[in-house]
């Protein structure tokens, strides 16, 4: 692995070893954050995740949602926000949230790293834009 895939790797599995079960996203994000990610683009339903980093950009393959042929869901604000509340609450893992938002319509999303915004982007050009919280990481 080069440099920065080997970074961006351990600084997931470290996030990992770190995150507690609720509110675990903003832990993830500061990792992230402080190994040099400046955003992170993921497009559902094929479950890839793009890193942007200062030196370079890394893809991450996960495991696709559907295969074959798919309608795709209305976008669907209130569904969103409701698997956004189940992932924050520690009630689903993250597969299911990923499932929960591709069902509620949602192709993808970006998370900057700088500004700690996400924004979740349906087929059609609607979006929806969540802030989260500033944490400190421990060394």
């Known amino acids: 692995m080069s440099t920065i895939t080997t970074r961006l790797t351990d600084a997931q599995k470290f996030a990992m070893s770190i ?30 995740a793009i890193y942007y980093l200062k030196e370079g950009s890394v893809v991450q393959q996960g495991t696709p949602l559907v295969t074959g042929v798919h309608e795709i869901a209305n976008f669907d604000r209130a569904a969103l926000i409701t698997a956004l509340r189940t992932d924050q609450e520690g009630r689903s893992t993250f597969p299911e949230f990923l499932k929960s938002a591709w069902e509620a319509g949602v192709i993808g999303y970006d998370v900057d790293f700088a500004s700690r915004k996400v924004v979740y982007y349906g087929v059609n050009g609607e979006s929806y834009l969540e802030e989260y919280p500033a944490v400190t990481i421990g060394k």
């Not at 507690?20 to 890839?48: D, H, I, M, Y």
């Open 19 to 48: 995150r507690p079960k609720v509110g675990g996203f903003p832990v993830l994000a500061e990792v992230l954050r402080n190994a040099g990610v400046v955003t992170n683009r993921w497009s559902l339903p094929s479950c890839q």
